[in-house]
């Protein structure tokens, strides 16, 4: 283990545009995963950083993002949750939703066209 992700998780993180279908990937660092722990705590600081106070639930520059936490795809028990982080139609606030499935450390941050029907 290098000493930059000592005592702490490095990640992958994929990004799909749904819009254009483009897909990129990248790395969480250790000090990142360090600093905000778990699948909520990630997808929160990403939520934060990169959707603008302004921007409205349907807008196409939200974002919906699913993370997992530092122990998924091992087989200790409850370590298979992932979350869901996003700005929500009721309150145009950040939400969090948690789910239980077998992942293996992979994120998405994807952002997701929306429409309104009325």
Do not use: C
């Amino acid at each position: 283990m290098s000493s930059n992700t000592k005592n702490s998780y490095p990640f992958r993180i994929l990004r799909i545009d749904l819009t254009t279908g483009k897909t990129t990937r990248g790395e969480i660092d250790g000090e990142t995963t360090r600093k905000y722990v778990g699948g909520t705590g990630l997808a929160s600081k990403y939520l934060y950083e990169e959707v603008p106070p302004e921007v409205q639930w349907p807008d196409p520059e939200n974002r919906m993002m699913f993370f997992t936490g530092p122990l998924a795809g091992t087989k200790v028990s409850g370590a298979g949750t992932f979350s869901v982080v996003s700005k929500g139609p009721m309150t145009n606030m950040a939400g969090a939703t948690q789910a239980m499935l077998s992942w293996h450390q992979n994120h998405l941050v994807e952002k997701p066209t929306l429409e309104v029907v009325q």
